[in-house]
């Protein structure tokens, strides 16, 4: 079955200090993947893709990703983390070239930046 | 451009009364997509329009959901008679192509 895993319900970094929300996929084929923040009373909003060509995609607010094809994963980073990051953050999947076009998400982590 | 909007933001209706969320999609996005997460757990699917037509309708729970999607426009998704377990926020989304944008979500509660 495809999945996603966010296997930190939590991760909690002080300010300026470089964060690392993990990422791994179960999925046949070459996925498409996501991330999404939600900010309090706030929709997901979209942050970076990957689809194809270099493996580190950078996004909005500083955020970065790696894919890795052969662990399987797409870790969300970013070099300095500012207290406004802390929010929920989710890693998202999807498969290509197929009649469905769903998204599967992980769990969802809770980002908390200390001052 | 406008993004994705849902409405209302929050409901709290009793079991078995019924509900109506709406969702406007961006302008010009074919693609109209319904998701929920409930009680805290994971983002699921529950359907997919290509304008009016439903693509994929494999995550729906039961017939107590419809979906509608009139003119290709804006969708509803209506819940009748609620249940408790419906309780949760519903999220709608579209895409013109792979990047789907989400909507601020609609929080229903069914006391």
């Known amino acids: 079955a495809q999945s996603v895993a966010q296997p930190e319900d939590q991760v909690n970094v002080a300010e300026g200090n470089p964060l690392t929300v993990k990422c791994t996929y179960s999925?046949?084929?070459?996925?498409?993947l996501f991330w999404y923040v939600q900010y309090p009373n706030r929709g997901l909003q979209f942050l970076l893709k990957?689809?194809?060509?270099?493996?580190l995609v950078k996004g909005s607010y500083g955020f970065e990703a790696e894919f890795n094809k052969s662990q399987t994963s797409f870790h969300l980073k970013k070099p300095s983390a500012l207290v406004s990051d802390s929010t929920l953050y989710f890693c998202?999947?999807?498969?290509?070239?197929?009649?469905?076009?769903?998204?599967?998400f992980g769990s969802g982590t809770r980002l908390s930046i200390r001052p | 451009e406008a993004g994705v909007t849902q409405f209302p933001s929050h409901s709290v209706i009793e079991k078995g009364q019924t509900v109506t969320l709406r969702c406007d999609p961006i302008?010009?996005?074919?693609?109209l997509y319904w998701y929920r997460r409930v009680m805290g757990k994971e983002i699921k699917f529950l359907l997919h329009?290509?304008?009016?037509?439903?693509?994929?309708e494999s995550g729906m729970p039961n017939n107590r959901f419809l979906a509608e999607r009139t003119g290709g426009t804006y969708s509803t998704l209506k819940v009748q008679p609620a249940e408790l377990e419906d309780s949760g926020v519903y999220f709608c989304?579209?895409?013109?192509?792979?990047?789907?944008?989400f909507g601020p979500g609609t929080r229903l509660l069914v006391l």
């Open positions: 989304a579209s895409a013109r192509s792979e990047t789907q944008y």
């Open positions: 302008s010009g996005h074919d693609n």
């Open positions: 999925v046949s084929g070459n996925p498409y």
């Open positions: 990957y689809i194809t060509g270099d493996n």
């Open positions: 329009f290509v304008k009016e037509s439903k693509q994929d």
């Open positions: 998202a999947v999807r498969v290509p070239y197929s009649s469905a076009s769903k998204i599967i």
